[in-house]
């Protein structure tokens, strides 16, 4: 008998991956499945099972293990639209992965975190970095091609496990674990699920993180959704994992339960297979699954399902083969050649020119004033692995001219009373003294949105406010989770200034003081404490700027944000706007030398408007990685045209955005689907060095049915006489349905390298059932007999030619109320939530307030005299709960239509605990809008039934 006969089925890779799994599952004690529902696996040293971690971050580089290849943000990735590029991306990183697994298996697991496919529904958002895009489909697109990298699936083992997140609507950092994120059916299913499903119903992610936030009064950690609608869109396993300490919010901070046994087991029941809670302490964590196992709110079959998601990965990773068919990677990847070759041309892909008049490609100038506090800096985001090197703006404008720097920072001293803020013992503290030198001295860096940080000149360290209370002058500058270097600067009576740190401690409602104590600059929680100084100015930077900038022959002003400061995880903005003394800057170096190109390296757009006005040209990308300033330099001398496209709408101003946590996108007219404004510059925008012509838009059918294709072809010329690249962008708008319609969606796009003066027919396929969208009346995605318009353009406002097909779809006839009516298919709303019909399942409509209503459109009341075969109905129930309350029933208008009925609703025992309340229907027959407003709350409302006859 063989070796390979005594081995146990699990270790045998010719069987079937789910025979494996239900081998090694069967021989698994109880306590030993339970070892393996946290984030670090207990090994099974019996079976040879080893130590396992889920959750590897590589968002875009492999994260907080040491240097390796820094790629561009994921928002500058999204635009350089182009998927197989990204796909090129995810492979590196996943062979870097592979080479931190071989030398620390323990240490650097293969379960990786990312792709993130929340759409960047609000350009405020903390975590803007990590989208691809606004559009839900091109969020989808992209986020399937980096996962398909990252997976390097060989048709048998996986190179690294990709876990798509944050599931579901997560898209603020403002209280994200006790907000809740209003999601109506159609913006659920055409915007949230669209981002989502596509990574996951293509096979390229295996795994998915669930969200802080709540959804729809629900936290994501027990979102019904997982099983009943994620779940569907692949026939493979999904595993399902928490976002870092999530669980233990669901009792704690959001009190949805009333204890962490009943939370964990709800969890599990939900779909949840894997806690990542508390850091490596898993026994601190499983012992709440113990306990709900045995109050019986689990039994070991669900322990089973969950245990066999985990196993899924570990046996698609190969851990229980005999060979590992990446054995061969290692150590030489990292940072190869090849990646800094890779890099290069993603951050060269991603920069985007958003304005020319003619002053770029740079016509080789002899003396460039760069100018700026990014100039000569490669920021780092939260997700960013560890730089191996940086070439900065500075540095690769250095090696084709001659080039003058300045960061433009105001040099400040802090003047007390007693005497002046002053670093002593290295940095170490700060003390006040008589000095006024470079221990006094500081530059201060406005990152917008009141946060500074200040940066000794004497240690060339960063003011930092430390836990236990002192204050010194040794950072590095902004660099942890909780970043305590940023400060804001509050003016006071008689021109004088206190310090205020940004970072609560916990619990706090405001971040401390710098306050002195015994000649020493401390923290004090003590508004009264606080010290009151004088701004003395030892440089001016706009000065320092003009100066440097004067005799130059252009100025690349190199301007945006910290990834740490203002917009980050944890911290969305409040507005849009450059930081203050950057657009100071930008102003005055602008006015003592027109010849200024303006240059945005940032994680968000901004309200550029004087830029946009005034400057010869605009250029933005994310923070590009560690060739950033190389592919610059190449983009403005023209070495390579500006491939980039506007990933997001880049506004005007904050007013003219939805609230943060409006996530209604088709009620609020939000994203480039559905904004009414004119934009700064439109998704989509990006110019070229060329000119690009487009001809002869045509379609291959003039009607199109469910289930068919069609074919668009449209001739576009590089009309130019260099070489250029475009992004051929097609989109379609539904003419006439029965809801609102976006004013266009993004159906297909390429991006083509023409020479100049050569054309090239540009074909795309769009199958009609991608037309679709959520009908309330039928409760399923329908495709409506219309005319469809395609328009090709350069952007979603810039549109060329277009055409149109007829598509022969349903057309949505009138309710039915022969059966009871949600509260939550309604088709306009205003005033009212969605909240959870009870803690498992189910979505009902909720006015806190009185003067909400909602809508229901095209309700069939019957009679026979206007041709219906069913009397008109005598009676209405609603189901409600929560306090007493009246909920008046009218047609055509919320406020003057004629009342069909009253109904007084009791007080229940909760807002879980329904009463059925039947009244008389007044007459009324035929189809009409139903409107149920809210007279007063707070109330929840599940169904309408009608009954009776009359």
């Given at each position: 008998m063989s070796d390979t006969d005594l081995r146990p089925a699990f270790r045998d890779p010719n069987l079937p991956r789910a025979e494996r799994v239900a081998d090694l599952l069967s021989r698994l004690t109880l306590d030993e499945k339970i070892g393996l529902l946290h984030q670090y696996h207990r090994p099974v040293e019996r079976l040879g099972m080893g130590p396992f971690k889920t959750g590897t971050e590589a968002l875009h580089g492999l994260a907080w293990l040491g240097e390796a290849t820094v790629f561009p943000q994921v928002v500058a990735l999204g635009a350089t639209w182009n998927p197989e590029l990204v796909e090129q991306v995810g492979a590196a990183v996943a062979d870097e992965v592979l080479a931190f697994n071989h030398n620390d298996p323990v240490k650097v697991g293969r379960n990786v975190w990312a792709p993130t496919v929340n759409p960047l529904r609000d350009p405020r958002w903390g975590r803007n970095e990590e989208g691809y895009s606004e559009d839900a489909g091109m969020t989808g697109l992209m986020g399937a091609a980096y996962a398909r990298g990252l997976k390097g699936d060989n048709g048998a083992v996986w190179k690294t496990a990709p876990s798509v997140k944050h599931f579901l609507a997560y898209g603020n950092e403002a209280d994200r674990c006790e907000t809740s994120s209003n999601m109506p059916p159609r913006v659920l299913r055409e915007y949230e699920f669209a981002a989502h499903r596509p990574a996951l119903a293509s096979g390229d992610a295996v795994a998915v993180m669930l969200s802080?936030?709540?959804?729809?009064?629900r936290p994501a950690h027990v979102t019904p959704l997982v099983n009943d609608e994620l779940r569907t869109w692949t026939d493979e396993e999904v595993f399902i994992v928490s976002d870092a300490y999530a669980p233990n919010n669901l009792a704690i901070l959001q009190g949805y339960f009333e204890d962490l046994p009943t939370a964990y087991a709800a969890a599990v029941k939900a779909g949840l297979d894997s806690f990542t809670q508390d850091d490596e302490r898993s026994r601190d964590v499983l012992v709440h699954v113990e306990t709900a196992l045995e109050r019986g709110l689990l039994d070991e079959a669900d322990i089973d399902t969950a245990v066999r998601r985990n196993l899924h990965v570990r046996f698609g990773l190969?851990?229980?083969?005999?060979?590992?068919?990446?054995?061969?990677?290692?150590?030489?990847?990292?940072?190869?050649?090849?990646?800094?070759?890779?890099a290069r041309e993603a951050a060269a892909q991603s920069i985007t020119l958003l304005k020319n008049d003619g002053i770029l490609p740079l016509k080789a100038p002899k003396k460039i004033?760069?100018?700026g506090p990014l100039a000569d800096t490669q920021m780092q985001d939260w997700y960013s692995g560890t730089l191996p090197y940086a070439v900065t703006a500075r540095q690769a404008l250095a090696e084709r001219a001659e080039v003058v720097h300045c960061e433009g920072v105001s040099r400040i001293r802090l003047r007390h009373k007693t005497g002046y803020a002053t670093a002593v013992e290295d940095g170490k503290a700060i003390d006040i003294t008589d000095t006024t030198g470079a221990a006094a001295q500081f530059d201060l860096f406005d990152w917008g949105g009141w946060s500074y940080t200040a940066r000794n000149v004497a240690t060339g360290r960063y003011v930092d406010g430390r836990l236990d209370g002192t204050v010194g002058a040794d950072s590095v500058g902004p660099h942890e989770f909780d970043v305590h270097e940023t400060f804001r600067i509050v003016e006071l009576e008689g021109g004088k200034v206190a310090v205020q740190q940004i970072h609560r401690a916990e619990g706090a409602e405001a971040g401390k003081w710098f306050a002195i104590e015994d000649g020493r600059v401390v923290l004090s929680a003590d508004r009264a404490e606080a010290a009151e100084f004088d701004f003395e100015f030892v440089v001016k930077g706009h000065e320092a700027a003009v100066e440097a900038a004067r005799d130059a022959d252009v100025v690349i002003a190199v301007l945006g944000d910290h990834p740490l400061v203002n917009g980050r995880e944890t911290e969305d903005r409040t507005d849009l706007r450059l930081a203050d003394a950057q657009e100071w800057l930008l102003r005055h170096v602008h006015a003592a030398n027109p010849n200024t190109i303006l240059v945005m390296s940032s994680s968000y757009p901004y309200a550029a408007n004087w830029a946009a006005k005034h400057v010869p040209a605009v250029v933005w990308s994310g923070h590009g990685g560690q060739e950033w300033g190389n592919a610059l330099a190449d983009v403005l001398y023209g070495d390579r045209d500006p491939e980039g496209r506007l990933p997001q709408t880049w506004y005007t101003d904050a007013a003219e955005l939805p609230a943060m946590l409006d996530y209604d996108i088709v009620a609020s007219d939000a994203t480039y689907l559905y904004y009414l404004g004119q934009p700064l510059y439109p998704f989509g925008h990006g110019l070229s060095y060329t000119e690009f012509k487009y001809a002869n838009l045509k379609a291959d059918k003039e009607h199109a049915g469910a289930g068919d294709e069609f074919a668009v072809t449209v001739e576009v010329t590089n009309a130019g006489d260099r070489d250029g690249v475009e992004v051929v962008q097609l989109y379609t708008h539904q003419c006439g349905s029965r809801v609102k319609q976006p004013l266009r969606q993004l159906r297909r796009f390429e991006k083509v390298r023409l020479a100049a003066g050569e054309t090239r027919t540009v074909a795309f396929t769009v199958p009609v059932d991608e037309l679709?969208?959520?009908?309330?009346v039928t409760g399923r995605m329908i495709v409506e007999k219309s005319r469809q318009r395609l328009m090709v353009g350069r952007s979603a406002t810039d549109i060329v030619l277009s055409a149109s097909v007829r598509v022969d779809g349903e057309t949505v006839g009138a309710r039915d109320l022969s059966k009871p009516l949600a509260a939550t298919a309604n088709d306009l709303y205003?005033?009212?939530?969605?909240?959870?019909?009870?803690?498992?399942?189910?979505?009902?409509?909720?006015a806190e307030e009185a003067g909400g209503w909602i809508m229901l459109g095209d309700c069939d009341f019957g009679g026979a005299e206007h041709g219906h075969s069913e009397p008109g109905y005598a009676t209405v129930t609603a189901r409600v709960a929560g306090q007493a309350s009246q909920l008046t029933l009218r047609v055509d208008d919320p406020l003057d239509g004629d009342v069909l009925a009253k109904i007084d609703t009791p007080a229940t025992a909760g807002v879980y605990d329904y009463a059925d309340v039947t009244v008389e229907l007044g007459g009324v027959e035929g189809v009409k809008d139903l409107y149920v407003t809210f007279e007063s709350g707070p109330v929840r409302l599940s169904t309408l039934t009608f009954g009776g006859e009359r």
């Open positions: 802080y936030n709540l959804v729809n009064g190969g851990e229980f083969d005999p060979e590992d068919p990446y054995a061969h990677i290692g150590d030489e990847v990292v940072n190869s050649p090849e990646h800094q070759a890779l004033a760069v100018i679709a969208h959520w009908d309330n205003e005033g009212v939530l969605w909240r959870d019909e009870n803690r498992t399942s189910g979505d009902v409509i909720a």
